[in-house]
Structures are given as C-alpha cells and as structure tokens.
C-alpha cells in the first residue's frame, strides 16, 4: 500500500500538491512512482510557462514506459526543481520529499477539484 501523507491534495492523475501562500508545490504520488518503476529521464517545463489545470506540463520516462504529467492546478511555473534533472530516481526514492514544479496559482478555487488524502486512498481501491 502506497503512503499518502494527509497534509496534502491529490489528482486522479497522480500528482500531489503543496500549497504554500500562493504557490503550489507539486510532485507525484508514491503510488505513480511504484507504477513506473525506475525513473531514468524527467522532461521539466520552462520557467514562465502558464498552464491551465489538466494540461500535460511534462512528462517522466521510467525502464517500463513514458508517462505524462499533468498540471492539477491552473498557474504560472516559477521554479523547476533542476536536482532531479540527472537523478530521476530521487522520485523513486522519496516522492513526497522531491518536488517537481512550483506554480504560482492562478484560480485558488480548483484546490477544491483535489482530493484529500482519504479520497486518493480510496480512489486507488
């Protein structure tokens, strides 16, 4: 069983999300890195870039497959998190300690689109 720690929101597409004042901090869930496998390669947006929520922002390639990232909150990227860029695999290793994107939001109303932790666990069922 995947962790799903209760302090923050979750998509159905796996993507968990921080929020600090105004900005989202967003990774993925355990339970997509358990799905991937070993992740070798991340493809980061650049920063400025503006999405709006569902949008794929990026995309991580794991020895199984590609899979796309998809944004779960509308926002501005304001920062990339470039350590991941040649060590994919801290995403295997602890996905919750290393963040993806950081986005600077721009409808504070999708946060309530996100599933708490109980949700995302029961979603996984």
Do not use: C
Request: net charge negative; charged share 20%; hydrophobic share 40%.
């Amino acid at each position: 069983m995947s962790l799903v720690p209760d302090n923050l929101k979750y998509s159905i597409s796996h993507e968990w999300v921080r929020v600090e004042d105004q900005i989202a901090v967003i990774g993925i869930t355990d339970h997509a890195q358990e799905a991937l496998g070993d992740i070798v390669f991340i493809e980061l947006p650049k920063v400025g870039s503006i999405y709006k929520i569902d949008d794929v922002f990026g995309s991580v390639e794991s020895v199984k497959a590609v899979s796309e990232l998809y944004i779960p909150i509308s926002g501005e990227i304001i920062e990339v998190n470039q350590i991941l860029e040649g060590q994919e695999a801290l995403l295997n290793d602890d996905p919750y300690q290393h963040w993806i994107i950081k986005v600077k939001i721009l409808n504070s109303n999708e946060l309530n689109s996100l599933l708490d932790a109980e949700a995302y666990n029961n979603s996984l069922n």
